[in-house]
């Protein structure tokens, strides 16, 4: 593997971002909240009258002005100068593809990774929406538009995405959610942290007594992540291996802070499906990932481990069954099952969609695709 740490990547299936970019979604952090109505009242008894002054409407976005580092415009008709951040459409335009609410429709949504701002980038060949044309009725394919790519990227898509699910799984409407990398972090934060409340309210009396949720549910049939990075990456704890990644979310992903951002068992019933692979002693035909692999546990693609990928409740090593392999003159392990259950307990809500291990020899970049392909889409 050492051979091939000068290898350059040049653009396969998943690749990892470019850079920093603004957005015109706001942190709640960074929201201004509105204020409710005022009654006002002028005159005594008979001559009292009374009228109520709206309130002022919150700030949740950055739109009708500049993005929130000015390196983009949130601003109507920045379409026609090309200067739109990456998630305009969405935040600013209530623009969600093909999805159509409220349509009996299925909508396959795709979820990026890190550093990212779609999932289906034009330049790379490799990469591409789930075919549903096989699909009977209604379906539609949309990738989400959110930027992952500051150190709170994961909350910044995650705000992103609930505007999606809104639209797109709510009524007569179901959802499956395709993620890739910290996609999975942005889908379980959502679903732990910004789902709508389960409370129910109920009118009328006796026989005329109605209930129902008190806010609109997500229908979401299933979640299915591939390579993911829920369980953090020790990448993170390198500093500058990190920063190859070109972004700053790429820092903040270390197991401690990730494992530690929302419950990742909270899945709100919702199932949540995993596949993930590594790299054995062949390698990978990307530098960067060939590189990276030195620096985390065993086995890993080049960007997470095992215990990632895995949606394991602990950060293990993933160390088993060691042994002197002299094809490739250095060490070994002979467990290569991420199936295996006997290295921690997975998630809540979680589980391995496909064993035994299928992706032998597979980087972080190849499996993005996986999950798609062999659900035949």
Same mark, same amino acid.
Request: hydrophobic share 30%; proline share 3%; aromatic share 10%.
């Given at each position: 593997m050492i051979a091939l740490l000068c290898t350059a990547h040049l653009g396969w299936a998943g690749t990892i971002g470019g850079g920093n970019q603004g957005r015109c979604e706001m942190l709640a952090s960074e929201a201004t909240p509105g204020t409710d109505s005022v009654e006002v009242c002028t005159g005594k008894g008979r001559n009292r009258t009374c009228i109520t002054q709206p309130g002022e409407p919150g700030i949740d976005t950055f739109c009708g002005g500049a993005g929130n580092d000015g390196s983009c415009s949130c601003a109507p008709g920045c379409e026609a100068t090309g200067t739109c951040c990456a998630d305009y459409a969405p935040v600013c335009q209530a623009d969600f593809g093909a999805c159509a609410a409220d349509s009996e429709q299925i909508v396959y949504l795709h979820v990026g990774g890190m550093c990212s701002?779609?999932?289906?980038? %034009?330049?790379?060949?490799?990469?591409?929406?789930?075919?549903?044309?096989?699909?009977?009725?209604?379906?539609?394919?949309?990738?989400?538009? $959110?930027?992952?790519?500051?150190?709170?990227?994961?909350?910044? $898509?995650?705000?992103t995405l609930t505007r999606y699910l809104d639209q797109c799984c709510t009524d007569s409407n179901d959802c499956v959610i395709y993620n890739y990398s910290n996609g999975d972090n942005v889908v379980g934060y959502t679903l732990d942290r910004l789902a709508p409340s389960d409370e129910q309210v109920c009118t009328g009396k006796r026989k005329n007594r109605v209930c129902g949720y008190a806010e609109p549910q997500w229908n979401i049939l299933d979640v299915r992540t591939s390579a993911g990075a829920g369980g953090g990456s020790e990448l993170s704890n390198w500093g500058g291996i990190a920063d190859l990644f070109a972004c700053d979310l790429a820092s903040e992903l270390n197991p401690s802070t990730v494992r530690n951002l929302y419950n990742h068992s909270?899945?709100?019933?919702? %199932?949540?499906?995993?596949?993930? /692979?590594?790299?054995?002693?062949? /390698?990978?035909?990307? /530098?960067?990932?060939?590189?990276?692999?030195?620096?985390?546990?065993?086995?890993?693609?080049? $960007?997470?481990?095992?215990?990632?990928?895995?949606?394991?409740?602990?950060?293990?090593?993933?160390? /088993?069954?060691?042994?002197?392999?002299w094809s490739y003159f250095g060490t070994w392990v002979g467990n290569e099952d991420l199936c295996d259950m006997s290295f921690s307990s997975m998630y809540q809500g979680h589980r391995m969609a496909f064993c035994p291990m299928e992706l032998e020899n597979s980087d972080h970049y190849d499996q993005k695709m996986y999950f798609i392909l062999r659900m035949g889409q």
């Amino acid at each position: 593997m050492i051979a091939l740490l000068c290898t350059a990547h040049l653009g396969w299936a998943g690749t990892i971002g470019g850079g920093n970019q603004g957005r015109c979604e706001m942190l709640a952090s960074e929201a201004t909240p509105g204020t409710d109505s005022v009654e006002v009242c002028t005159g005594k008894g008979r001559n009292r009258t009374c009228i109520t002054q709206p309130g002022e409407p919150g700030i949740d976005t950055f739109c009708g002005g500049a993005g929130n580092d000015g390196s983009c415009s949130c601003a109507p008709g920045c379409e026609a100068t090309g200067t739109c951040c990456a998630d305009y459409a969405p935040v600013c335009q209530a623009d969600f593809g093909a999805c159509a609410a409220d349509s009996e429709q299925i909508v396959y949504l795709h979820v990026g990774g890190m550093c990212s701002t779609q999932w289906d980038y %034009p330049d790379d060949a490799n990469d591409r929406l789930a075919n549903v044309a096989h699909i009977e009725g209604n379906a539609a394919s949309v990738e989400l538009r $959110a930027v992952q790519t500051s150190n709170a990227g994961t909350q910044v $898509a995650a705000r992103t995405l609930t505007r999606y699910l809104d639209q797109c799984c709510t009524d007569s409407n179901d959802c499956v959610i395709y993620n890739y990398s910290n996609g999975d972090n942005v889908v379980g934060y959502t679903l732990d942290r910004l789902a709508p409340s389960d409370e129910q309210v109920c009118t009328g009396k006796r026989k005329n007594r109605v209930c129902g949720y008190a806010e609109p549910q997500w229908n979401i049939l299933d979640v299915r992540t591939s390579a993911g990075a829920g369980g953090g990456s020790e990448l993170s704890n390198w500093g500058g291996i990190a920063d190859l990644f070109a972004c700053d979310l790429a820092s903040e992903l270390n197991p401690s802070t990730v494992r530690n951002l929302y419950n990742h068992s909270n899945t709100h019933g919702v %199932p949540v499906q995993h596949v993930g /692979g590594f790299l054995d002693q062949v /390698g990978s035909d990307d /530098g960067t990932l060939n590189a990276a692999w030195y620096f985390l546990p065993w086995h890993s693609d080049g $960007a997470v481990a095992y215990h990632s990928a895995g949606a394991r409740n602990q950060a293990v090593g993933w160390r /088993g069954g060691e042994y002197f392999d002299w094809s490739y003159f250095g060490t070994w392990v002979g467990n290569e099952d991420l199936c295996d259950m006997s290295f921690s307990s997975m998630y809540q809500g979680h589980r391995m969609a496909f064993c035994p291990m299928e992706l032998e020899n597979s980087d972080h970049y190849d499996q993005k695709m996986y999950f798609i392909l062999r659900m035949g889409q």
